[in-house]
């Protein structure tokens, strides 16, 4: 499924590349890089901050353009703890367990453990801007 999450005009956004996280501001340079799960923050044309939890995937930057191309992307007011928790749990017992067929199984239980924590760290910053 594909979706757009997000379109608007904003003064910065930090993604979480493999080598750690990376903020881009107006008129950087042109750049793909590849992302893993973790929390993108926009800081917006009005100053305020929004978060979301993706899964592993791209980021492309063009002129003043960013594109994200993830397995996943939720906005934080999207999130559901409880679901969270148990697709965390899940995937973490498959993992414990050794509950995959083939290496993709393992590819997958893995990525969604990745994932879970990523949008559990997503929550938790909602938690401490109350």
């Not at 608007?8 to 080598?19: L, M, Q, R, V």
Request: charged fraction near 35%; aromatic fraction near 4%; charge should be neutral.
């Amino acid at each position: 499924m594909s979706r757009r999450v997000y379109d608007g005009n904003i003064k910065s956004i930090t993604i979480p590349g493999i080598e750690g996280e990376l903020t881009i501001l107006p008129h950087h340079i042109p750049l793909i890089t590849p992302l893993k799960a973790g929390e993108i923050k926009i800081k917006d044309d009005d100053g305020s901050d929004k978060f979301l939890a993706i899964g592993n995937g791209f980021a492309i930057v063009e002129r003043n353009k960013v594109s994200i191309l993830a397995d996943s992307a939720d906005m934080l007011d999207e999130l559901n703890e409880e679901k969270i928790q148990e697709a965390k749990e899940r995937a973490e017992k498959a993992l414990k367990e050794k509950q995959f067929a083939d290496d993709r199984s393992f590819a997958d239980a893995t990525a969604m453990l990745e994932q879970s924590i990523a949008q559990l760290k997503v929550l938790k910053r909602k938690k401490h801007h109350k």
